[in-house]
């Protein structure tokens, strides 16, 4: 499942005598496959029986970003990858299948980290579908990372788990080589807007766990809901407005 996917647009045609196309700005994108950045890449069945769509889209800066749809018995094991991965489970149900032999049942709503080097599949897949990011690509693996897959539950954090960074509050889950990070962030007060648009300095997916935040960027608006994925690339302008928001970002494209 775990597929390096997504398109950047650093290609554009130039017509003879007219000046080349402005390329396109980078955007926030909804993680469902009605986004007008959507593209199918594939939709075939796979070795072991199950059926894959896959949708990446096509945006500057998604390439690693996704949209899996699963139906089936059965999704081979695959190599070990060299990349973190997080992936939000949309719907249905599937048995994540690891090498080490442990099974992980999912379900819609389950968010699950896969680290560094962990090798995986699935089976038993019913109406699944899942958003996910591949991040941290370094050489060299953090020395405390994980040796397994987890489910993360930032719904069950208290005020214990958080530190306060500024007008937010943050809990960490991981930490990664290149300078990643995944991590739960809420605003310190139930009501929260950044007041200007801001030039995002590294890639953000992120899962709204709780409340809302309305997203404005381009002159267009879009409230995101809890249950709702969406990516933001570098260099996105945007400005917001949340409500007793409560979400979970992997930070990527960073310096370390």
Known sequence: MKQLVGFILSSIAVVAGAAPATPEAPRVVQLVDSDPAAT???????????????????????KGVG???????????????????IFYVYSGTATITQANGRDLPVKKGDIVFVPRGVAYGGKDFVHYKHAYI????????????PSEMT??????????????EGAAKRHYYYRGADGSSVRVWEAATSSAESGHQQTLPWSEYSIV????????????????HAGDAFFAPKGTVL?????DLRKLTVV????P
Do not use: C
């Not at 899996?68 to 991965?85: H, R, W």
């Open 40 to 62: 199918k890449s594939f939709d075939q069945d796979v070795a072991g029986g199950a059926h894959l769509m896959r949708y990446s889209f096509n945006v500057m800066g998604a």
């Open 67 to 85: 949209l899996s749809e699963l139906e089936g018995p059965l999704f081979t094991i695959g190599s070990p990858d060299e990349s973190a991965e």
């Open 252 to 255: 990527s494209d960073v310096q």
């Open 134 to 145: 591949v991040f941290d690509r370094g050489k060299e693996p953090v020395a405390d990372s």
């Open 209 to 224: 766990v709780r409340g809302s935040v309305k997203l404005t960027s381009g002159g267009t608006s879009w409230t995101a």
């Open 239 to 243: 400005s917001y407005e949340s409500h």
């Open 151 to 164: 489910l993360l539950r930032p719904r069950e954090l208290t005020e214990k788990d958080f530190q306060t």
